[in-house]
């Protein structure tokens, strides 16, 4: 990035990050507050779902009478807030893409917003992949080669040890995953029944990945939703980037509008990458990709995110010969020697 993408970038994610913090306070007013009559006096009430669930606060009163004139004065002065926010982040999007710093496909970007505002990404999903490599590029402030980065799916991790939770948003439930795909894209549907894969009509796929049980023996939870929602594809080792410490920064969408995005540790890809170039049953043009993006990324560490340097300590998530190969490749390559 030169100075003056960098100042667009950092000026967007300021942006991004008071329009999350709105987005949260204004998620509080969610609901209703109003007076319910039962047995001939008034009671003021709080629902909080179109249902009409929620709880009584008590008999009208002086003090329940400023409860709730100070929630819908608290509630008009969030949306207003809010709306203003989308406002700036409209305009500051023509200012991104003007200063070309707009890479992300915006249906990653549009997945990734939905995704945090139903409190799920960095709690029980995570993106890895080959689109994991904009949140690398964007924190060392440098564009990676596009080949690197071009993809037709993304991989989102699931965690399942949390409970996966479904918030429901404007008064609506989601019944999976897949409900919320569809507000990215009404065209998404599962690629076929009980699929971990869902695609839209351009053919973009969203993979849900989780890693293997322990034992062959175990039988783990594959949904999160109804019996109608994606069930996740389990792939061997994926409980390395699961336990990896997680690593969130703000992408832009090539539309202009920014969302955070979580994915592992840069060193974790790095070495799950090159671990996967070596496994012999994977395809070998796939292995050469997971290779060129490891080197990628470490490049990356090495030149812009010196912080994250390898070390053992920070990465017993993976078994120790795991690292020492991967250390070995690396000092095999053209980096320099002790990296």
């Not at 200063?99 to 992300?104: D, M, T």
């Amino acid at each position: 990035m030169n100075d003056d993408q960098r100042r667009v970038y950092i000026d967007t994610a300021q942006l991004h990050e008071a329009y999350v913090d709105a987005f949260a306070k204004r998620r509080a007013y969610r609901g209703g507050m109003h007076w319910k009559k039962a047995k001939g006096k008034e009671y003021l009430f709080r629902s909080l779902d179109r249902y009409g669930y929620g709880k009584s606060l008590g008999v009208r009163s002086v003090e329940t009478e400023a409860v709730h004139e100070k929630f819908h004065s608290n509630k008009k002065e969030a949306l207003a807030r809010l709306k203003n926010l989308k406002e700036k982040l409209k305009e500051q999007a023509r200012f991104c893409k003007a200063a070309r710093i707009a890479r992300v496909p915006r249906i990653v970007t549009s997945i990734l917003r939905l995704l945090e505002q139903h409190q799920l990404l960095g709690r029980n999903l995570q993106i890895v992949g080959t689109n994991a490599l904009y949140a690398y590029e964007a924190r060392a402030g440098i564009f990676l080669e596009r080949g690197l980065l071009a993809t037709q799916d993304m991989d989102l991790l699931w965690d399942i040890r949390p409970r996966l939770r479904l918030f429901a948003m404007d008064d609506v439930d989601n019944k999976g995953l897949i409900d919320i795909l569809k507000k990215a894209d009404r065209s998404f549907d599962l690629l076929r029944k009980k699929s971990f894969s869902a695609v839209n009509q351009k053919g973009y796929m969203v993979d849900l990945i989780k890693p293997e049980p322990k034992s062959v023996f175990e039988t783990e939870r594959r949904q999160g939703g109804n019996g109608d929602d994606l069930m996740a594809g389990e792939i061997k080792n994926l409980q390395w980037l699961v336990a990896a410490p997680k690593f969130d920064q703000i992408v832009i969408g090539d539309d202009g509008f920014p969302a955070t995005m979580v994915v592992p540790d840069p060193r974790a890809f790095a070495i799950h990458k090159l671990w996967l170039s070596d496994q012999t049953d994977r395809d070998a043009v796939k292995k050469k990709r997971d290779r060129s993006q490891a080197m990628a990324v470490c490049k990356l560490i090495l030149q812009y995110m010196p912080e994250f340097k390898i070390r053992k300590e920070e990465l017993r998530m993976f078994p120790e010969d795991i690292i020492a190969d991967a250390l070995k490749q690396l000092n095999d390559s053209d980096l320099p020697p002790g990296y």
